[in-house]
């Protein structure tokens, strides 16, 4: 899952439970100040009742008040005992409904919220849309100068409360609903902004490769962390770039270095071959060591070229160059070589094909593939050329019938001396950077090689080059 998509949910997480939580404690809160507030009332009303005891008529005045025009508690429900437990007093609605609330032992005032079910009408009374009422009503002790002289029970219908506090409760969870969807919405967008100079960094970082080790990630705020990973980045690629310099450099002034004996060292012995007196026997290893020279001369060329075009792009010429041309000129010096093993080579299709480009590159390219058709296949085998031109591509296929190379080594055949048998390379003066060399002419054309191949049945190498318009 993207970071993205878990600080979102991570975040749309975390608040939820803050305003759930929040609400949660509102809510409660609320339903706790109504009825602490209720509470007091009905405890105002008991004192009063409480008060109106007349010790010498065994009665509470308060009820001798009472008539049925001028009744205080009509909407009150109200039961009085007297000090042997047995009702005196029942209120209007007491009269009609039953709160089943015990008679406390101690003095202490004991709140109550009960819900009670009717299905009469009852004056004062809203039932809900269930056909229910809910009661807060507390029970108390009745005392005259500390001795107990009945108890009392009194609540009121809170239905209304009741519903306001529902309504509270809805009013809360919609507004969570809602806050919720703002924040997934405000969460993806806030995190996406947060993290999209991450992705350029990453964008960037990716497109950074040996070739143009030069550019540098922008840094749009130096001092945020993303700023700081952006900086260590740079620095990183600013020591890869100089160790890959140095490297080249080391490449390039070896290669430079070892040319000049080895001219030398090829000059002396040509000299000595012309020399009637040498006996046969050294000259066939003279001959030999020739061969090596001229070998390890054509190596040191390679490294020589893969070490400085990618330091010089612009050592390339681009012009138009005529493909078929070139494929012409090196099918015929190619063949030359190919006589030696008495294979042919064939030219299939060659359809006309201009690219912008360097000819004296691309005839190496072409010349390397068809060179590695005529070492890695038999004597007496066809090698098969074709250009053919799917715009705005021109492709190249070189086809033989040779050894092949398996699917283990398929991947690594164009990395720099990569050999797939390392003695057979060697018979065939292999030095492992030729196909390199090829895909790096190539790249440098804005085009691909790739290769198709089957070990012991052949192989056909593809190059794909982008035609001049
Ligand atoms: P080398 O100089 O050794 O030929 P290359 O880079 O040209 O180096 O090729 C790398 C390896 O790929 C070779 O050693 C060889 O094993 C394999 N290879 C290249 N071309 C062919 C081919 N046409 N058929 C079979 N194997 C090939």
Known sequence: MKIRSRLTIWYFVVTFLILAIFSYGIFRYMRHLIYQALDRDLTILTNTIERSFDPFLGQFGILQLQTDSIDRFAEFY????DASGLPIYYSFIAQHILLNIPLPVDNLSHPYTLKTRFKEQIPFIKQNDRGEVVFRAISQKLRYQNTPVGWVIIGLPIERMEQSIVSLEKALFLGIIISMIFIGIGGYFLTTRALNPVESIIKKANQIRHTNLKERIQI?????????????????FER???AFENQKQFLSDAAHELKTPLA?????WESELNNP???LSLKEKFVHDIETITRLNHLINNMLLLSK??????DFESVPVKLNEILNEVVTDASVLAESKLQKIRTTELAEATVKGDAVRLYQLFFNLIDNAIKYSPNESLISISLQVHSPWGIIKVNDNGVGISAEHLPHI???FYRVQKDRARKTGGSGL???ICKLITELHGGAIEVESTENQGSTFIVKLPLLS
């Open 277 to 279: 007196e040498l006996p």
């Open 78 to 81: 109200l039961v009085i005992y």
């Open 240 to 242: 890869l770039q100089s």
């Open 309 to 314: 075009s990618e330091m010089l792009e612009s």
């Open 264 to 268: 030398v060292l090829r000059t002396h």
């Open 220 to 236: 749009e705020n130096p001092k945020d962390e993303l700023g700081q990973l952006s900086r260590t980045l740079n620095s990183l």
């Open 414 to 416: 164009f990395e720099r």
């Open 434 to 436: 030729g196909l390199a």
